[in-house]
Nanobody
Framework: VQLQASGGGLVHPGGSLRLSCAAP????????MSWFRQAPGKEREFVSA????????IYTDSVKGRFTISRDNAKNTLYLQMNSLKPEDTAVYYC????????????????WGQGTLVTVSS
């Protein structure tokens, strides 16, 4: 599975962005899809995940109520709608895929996109 993330950019605090992850083939198998992020000097952290069945989504506490993960299996695309962005959301955002269930540890993921930079600044 080759993943291609896009949609990052510079946005003011309080603004919105929608990230996309093109993921050919995700609909053909049981791929759980997730977003991670990595800020400068920090470890990669879990942001959100969408279970392969489409029946479950989870979020890290810091983005709950502001970010929404979704997937369109017909288009083989994963999305992350980010609203009310804060400076602390600044990071490179990565999409990732693994077979079967949701995991929060990046080491449990087999496939990664190249990352897209989100900068929240006034």
């Amino acid at each position: 599975v080759q993943l291609q993330a896009s949609g990052g950019g510079l946005v003011h605090p309080g603004g919105s962005l929608r990230l996309s992850c093109a993921a050919p083939g995700i609909a053909s198998r049981r791929y759980t899809m997730s977003w991670f992020r990595q800020a400068p000097g920090k470890e990669r952290e879990f942001v959100s995940a969408s279970h392969w069945s489409g029946g479950s989504t989870i979020y890290t506490d810091s983005v709950k109520g502001r970010f929404t993960i979704s997937r369109d299996n017909a288009k083989n695309t994963l999305y992350l709608q980010m609203n009310s962005l804060k400076p602390e959301d600044t990071a490179v955002y990565y999409c990732a895929a693994r077979l079967d269930g949701i995991r929060k540890n990046p080491n449990d993921y087999d496939y990664w996109g190249q990352g897209t930079l989100v900068t929240v600044s006034s």
